[in-house]
């Protein structure tokens, strides 16, 4: 099961891009990589996947380079109710079906 | 269908107590998940099952917790004898046979033991 490694934090202020970027270098040829976002008192939200190159949709793109050891998640400007905490997550727990947590990106936006 | 939902939302209950939790996942599914969540850290996967049968249930935290799923339907988590330690949000998730990494989860049930 690759490991993840992201910031604990971010600040940032409406309107702007936010990038919170992921290491994974020991991710193997089949995991895919996924982010998801928890705002308090609720269930994580799945946002993107990916597994190579760039993906984009409603709410987000994910960049993630040719070697796959990182990626990058890509808000674009923000707003308040961007604030939430986002996990990187990648594979599964092979056999369990589960998904990996860890602390994830805890994202602040200020007006 | 609205998605997940999970009763109740908050529980407190004394410890020693036996309490129960239920999830309705989102019908087409046929995955069910259970995740543990306590301040500061990420869910914790507990078992999940595929329709009514629990596939994994080692990562339960001890004896005193339980799962079922008994018509593929709804499931029930529950945790007997409760502890202090065990006071978290307890969440659910569901998903597809075939996209486990897309799991829709609830809103949680908040447990305190006091």
């Known amino acids: 099961l690759a490991k993840t490694t992201q910031p604990i934090s971010m600040d940032s202020y409406e309107g702007q891009e936010v990038n919170i970027t992921c290491s994974h270098n020991?991710?193997?040829?089949?995991?895919?990589i996924t982010w998801y976002q928890q705002f308090p008192s609720q269930g994580p939200r799945f946002i993107i996947q990916?597994?190579?190159t760039k993906v984009t949709n409603e709410v987000a793109s994910l960049f993630i380079p040719a070697d796959r050891k990182s990626s990058t998640l890509s808000l674009p400007r923000v707003s308040l109710s961007d604030t939430a905490v986002y996990y990187c997550?990648?594979?599964?727990?092979?056999?369990?079906?589960?998904?990996?947590f860890g602390s994830g990106t805890r994202l602040q936006v200020q007006p | 269908d609205t998605g997940v939902s999970q009763d109740p939302r908050h529980k407190i209950t004394k410890r020693g107590q036996n309490v129960t939790f239920r999830c309705d996942p989102i019908?087409?599914?046929?995955?069910l998940y259970w995740y543990r969540q306590t301040l500061g850290q990420g869910p914790e996967f507990l078992t999940y099952?595929?329709?009514?049968?629990?596939?994994?249930k080692s990562r339960l935290l001890s004896d005193r917790f339980s799962a079922e799923r008994p018509k593929g339907s709804f499931s029930t988590l529950e945790i007997q004898r409760t502890e202090q330690g065990d006071s978290a949000m307890y969440l659910c998730?569901?998903?597809?046979?075939?996209?486990?990494?897309?799991?829709?989860f609830g809103p949680g049930t908040r447990l305190l033991v006091l």
């Open positions: 998730a569901s998903s597809f046979l075939t996209q486990e990494e897309t799991q829709y």
């Open positions: 020991n991710i193997a040829t089949n995991d895919y």
């Open positions: 990916g597994y190579k």
């Open positions: 997550l990648v594979g599964e727990d092979t056999g369990r079906r589960a998904l990996t």
């Open positions: 019908s087409e599914h046929n995955r």
């Open positions: 099952f595929q329709n009514e049968a629990q596939l994994e």
